[in-house]
């Protein structure tokens, strides 16, 4: 019997230090979010961002924390609920970090006599640090516990026409009547090492002139491409003027170059260059969390006024959706 396993990216059990600090340390010192070697991973994680980062980031997380709790975990939560009631398999929920964990998602579908799990990560484009790492850590979970079971992985849906399709009509309700200067695409940001480690060929990606749109088999697992791909079709479908939109990318470390523009540069600048009204969409995320609600909706919000702007509407992820949830039962359903 098949399963589905649904996977996010996960989060704090709270908002205290002490569990902030403790999902930081497990994110962080993941080799494929920071490709330093070990050693010099744990003195740049263990020795210093784990002694500054945890306090502000926790007070990061008390600024967008619901009742209920993360809104990562609660959303989630929700769509995996709906997205179980449209299917006849057996359906987990899991977080690549955190203590929903991937390890006890596999055994509860184990469990329940499943011997093949089909593996959604939640990430709509392929990154070492978000949809490689998933796949990678399922992998040795099963070898470790479960070696004769069986997996079929759900590949970056980045240009999947149902998903690129559900994205337009988010964007379309979400701005009627709203008058408009600008839209910018806010992407989570990784670092250009990263882009450079994940070319298959090993000389496309970063190194030959407009790689993003040079026909390439690196594009396969081309964060950068894939991102700018994702938007290209929703402004297709939208029939926005090239003029009315651009690409950023939010949430960066220090010490390294990470992919430019940068959204808070950006939406200074475009405040300062006569957008003073501005619609801003996180597709890199399907689920309101940290990232979006509190860098995007609220800080974003603040910086792009301070600088000049007049409006600012942040447009919401899929979340739980029904019509979202009706998707990923359809990708289900095919593999069944």
């Known amino acids: 019997m098949k399963g589905l396993l649904m996977i996010n990216l996960g989060s704090p059990d709270s908002t205290s230090v002490k569990d902030v600090k403790?999902?930081?340390?497990?994110?962080?010192?993941?080799?494929?979010?920071?490709?330093y070697n070990y050693f010099l991973r744990w003195l740049l994680v263990k020795g210093i961002i784990l002694n500054t980062r945890p306090k502000k980031s926790a007070a990061a997380y008390k600024k967008?924390?619901?009742?209920?709790?993360?809104?990562?975990?609660?959303?989630?939560?929700?769509?995996?609920?709906?997205?179980?009631?449209?299917?006849e398999i057996p359906v987990s929920l899991a977080m690549r970090y955190g203590s929903i964990s991937i390890r006890n998602g596999i055994s509860e579908l184990?469990?329940?006599?499943?011997?093949?799990?089909?593996?959604l990560p939640l990430y709509p484009h392929y990154a070492m640090s978000s949809y490689e790492t998933v796949v990678e850590k399922v992998k040795s979970e099963c070898k470790a516990l479960f070696p004769n079971l069986k997996k079929t992985v759900i590949p970056p849906f980045y240009d999947n026409n149902e998903y690129i399709d559900l994205?337009?009509?988010?964007i379309k309700k979400n701005i009627k009547g709203i008058k408009y200067d600008h839209i910018l695409f806010s992407y989570?940001?990784?670092?250009?090492?990263?882009?450079?480690?994940?070319?298959i060929t090993n000389n496309h990606c970063l190194k030959v002139a407009d790689c993003c749109n040079t026909d390439s088999p690196a594009h396969s697992k081309c964060y950068r491409h894939q991102v700018f791909t994702t938007t290209e079709l929703i402004v297709k479908k939208l029939g926005i003027k090239k003029d009315k939109y651009s690409n950023a990318f939010q949430s960066r470390l220090p010490l390294q170059p990470w992919l430019k523009p940068y959204t808070?540069?950006?939406l200074k600048r475009l405040a300062e260059s006569g957008k003073k009204r501005l619609i801003i969409i996180t597709p890199a995320f399907v689920t309101d969390c940290l990232e979006t609600l509190e860098e995007i909706a609220m800080e974003g919000k603040e910086e792009f006024l301070e600088a000049g702007g007049k409006s600012y509407?942040?447009?919401p992820c899929l979340n739980d959706d029904s019509k979202w949830a009706d998707v990923i039962s359809n990708w289900v359903k095919e593999k069944v």
């Open 264 to 266: 808070d540069y950006e």
């Open 188 to 199: 989570h940001g990784i670092p250009e090492s990263h882009i450079k480690i994940s070319d």
């Open 64 to 87: 967008i924390w619901w009742k209920e709790g993360s809104p990562l975990i609660v959303l989630s939560k929700k769509l995996f609920n709906k997205v179980q009631k449209k299917i």
């Open 167 to 170: 994205m337009a009509q988010n």
């Open 110 to 119: 184990v469990e329940k006599g499943v011997n093949e799990i089909i593996v």
């Open 22 to 35: 403790t999902y930081l340390d497990e994110f962080l010192m993941d080799g494929r979010v920071i490709e």
């Open 313 to 315: 509407h942040y447009i």
